[in-house]
């Protein structure tokens, strides 16, 4: 957000912060889901390089298309796990996942 915006919203009595201090996430908590976020990106973006639907995805992993949908949109019941082996079933490297875990915030 502009710092003009932030000064405008604080001066009409709001309160600006971040959606960690709304959230009030620990800092591991706040790695974890930016890692997520990073991880799913990941995901999304390598099934759409390739050319593969989301149900021609899903046979490849032997799940469904919900399921690779909630994979994608950040669904909660959806663990690292999952992303992980869908990403290595796309030819995600080791390195490529180091990478995206290295990555600054």
Not at 13 to 21: F, I, L, Q, R, T
Not at 86 to 99: E, F, I, V
Request: hydrophobic letters at 40%.
């Amino acid at each position: 957000m502009l710092k003009e915006k932030k000064d405008r919203l604080k001066a009409k009595g709001w309160k600006v912060g971040s959606a960690d201090e709304f959230l009030e996430l620990s800092p591991e908590e706040s790695a974890y889901l930016d890692l997520k976020i990073r991880l799913r990106t990941l995901l999304r973006e390598s099934r759409k390089s390739q050319h593969l639907s989301q149900i021609q995805f899903a046979k490849r992993i032997h799940s469904s298309q919900s399921r690779v949908a909630k994979m994608e949109s950040g669904n909660p019941s959806v663990s690292l796990d999952l992303i992980i082996r869908s990403l290595l079933a796309l030819g995600t490297t080791n390195k490529d996942l180091a990478k995206i875990i290295a990555a600054e915030r």
